[in-house]
T-cell receptor
Framework: GIQVEQSPPDLILQEGANSTLRCNFSDSVNNLQWFHQNPWGQLINLFYIPSGTKQNGRLSATTVATERYSLLYISSSQTTDSGVYFCAVTNLSNDYKLSFGAGTTVTVRA | KAGVTQTPRYLIKTRGQQVTLSCSPISGHRSVSWYQQTPGQGLQFLFEYFSETQRNKGNFPGRFSGRQFSNSRSEMNVSTLELGDSALYLC????????????FGPGTRLTVT
């Protein structure tokens, strides 16, 4: 199956700092999603971005499908940004099943 | 529009018992998928249902089963519970086949003692 690698595994930030999370994948994808898992376990949709660039407030994401990676940018981080960020993908042969990376745990300190 | 809902949110069961979890998708979404999240294995796909039929199944033993009703609500069942079944079970829905984007519910946290 498709492999998804996220880096770094852990990130500690001071409030107000900017950061970049990376997601590498091993095959062509038809879906790439970024999620934020809240403390209660729910996966919150951040971006649906199989290619291109999107922005939503302080968050933005870029996927370069031809080079098989995606980046999530957090600007002016806040303590509420803390949590685990997951990248997940599907490809044409497995379009039903999201394959998840191991996640990046972000801790934002006041 | 209401999101994906799951019940119950928390459950404690004893080894050997069985459990049923419920998921109601976003209105209009007919595809429902289930995932298991554990600290050791991360997030793993269990199965997907569409139009009351299981389309796909992940690599889990037959103790894990599910079904989907005509209103797209889905249930998953785990029989003969083992300690290793303790996990967060997440349900997701999507607007199949038009969209690949999946939306997740809040999850059911199952503890097996």
């Amino acid at each position: 199956g498709i492999q998804v690698e996220q880096s770094p595994p852990d990130l500690i930030l001071q409030e107000g700092a900017n950061s970049t999370l990376r997601c590498n994948f091993s095959d062509s994808v038809n879906n790439l999603q970024w999620f934020h898992q809240n403390p209660w376990g729910q996966l919150i949709n951040l971006f649906y971005i199989p290619s291109g660039t999107k922005q939503n407030g302080r968050l933005s994401a870029t996927t370069v499908a031809t080079e098989r990676y995606s980046l999530l940018y957090i600007s002016s981080s806040q303590t509420t940004d803390s949590g685990v960020y997951f990248c997940a993908v599907t490809n044409l042969s497995n379009d039903y099943k999201l394959s998840f990376g191991a996640g990046t745990t972000v801790t934002v300190r006041a | 529009k209401a999101g994906v809902t799951q019940t119950p949110r928390y459950l404690i069961k004893t080894r050997g018992q069985q459990v049923t979890l419920s998921c109601s998708p976003i209105s209009g979404h007919r595809s429902v998928s289930w995932y298991q999240q554990t600290p050791g294995q991360g997030l793993q796909f269990l199965f997907e249902y569409f139009s009351e039929t299981q389309r796909n199944k992940g690599n889990f033993p037959g103790r894990f089963s599910g079904r989907q009703f005509s209103n797209s609500r889905s249930e998953m069942n785990v029989s003969t519970l083992e300690l290793g079944d303790s996990a967060l079970y997440l349900c997701a829905s999507r607007w199949y086949p038009s969209s690949y984007e999946q939306y997740f519910g809040p999850g059911t946290r199952l503890t097996v003692t």
